[in-house]
């Protein structure tokens, strides 16, 4: 069996302690979330799933060449609402806005990951950071109201400098992130 890898986004450490005050307040709800920890939060640019050993030189050679024909760029997070809907939330989640740019670099990666025979995403990709999954309906009605007050809440924005190559172990007590590999994104000057 392979790695379990994935290829993200890394958030700043500040960013992270920003977004995990209000996730504390969405924890008091009481509701059956499972919370993404704060060393985990990042934003999924393509799952690969079960990966070789061989396959991580093809991976990351391919990433180098895909990350220099892309621009440093920013995205500003901000918002907080869930997938698929609210009757029936699955995922718990904050917005991601000025995202064109990242919307052209996961398209781009799928793309080229398709050429090393990955499966191409099937759905449209939407810029999101998942900060829970919901586990049951317990205490829904608290929880979508703690998440309305952050509607319109500004955590910040990133400057996106690097593409990461990640493996994910799943532990007990959740799953542990490792880098692989951090590919700087632009013309190296």
């Not at 059956?32 to 985990?40: G, I, L």
């Not at 391919?62 to 918002?79: D, N, P, T, V």
Request: glycine share 8%; aromatic share 6%; hydrophobic share 40%.
């Amino acid at each position: 069996m392979g790695l379990r890898c994935f290829i993200s986004l890394e958030l700043p450490e500040e960013l992270k302690k920003n977004i995990y005050i209000p996730i504390e307040k969405l924890k008091a709800t009481g509701a059956d979330v499972r919370w993404v920890q704060p060393e985990n939060l990042h934003l999924t640019l393509k799952f690969l799933g079960d990966t070789t050993e061989e396959q991580l030189k093809n991976i990351s050679e391919k990433l180098i060449s895909l990350a220099k024909a892309h621009e440093r760029f920013y995205l500003h997070i901000s918002g907080a609402g869930v997938f698929p809907n609210l009757k029936h939330p699955r995922v718990v989640w904050l917005g991601m806005h000025d995202s064109e740019e990242v919307i052209r670099l996961q398209r781009d990666i799928d793309e080229s990951m398709e050429g090393l025979g990955f499966k191409r995403d099937e759905k449209q990709f939407a810029p999101h950071l998942t900060i829970g999954r919901v586990g049951s309906l317990k205490n829904k009605d608290a929880l979508m109201k703690e998440l309305a007050t952050l509607k319109e809440v500004d955590f910040g924005k990133i400057k996106v400098i690097n593409i990461t190559l990640m493996k994910s172990e799943l532990k007990p007590g959740g799953a542990e992130h490792f880098k692989l590999n951090e590919i700087p994104i632009g013309k190296r000057r």
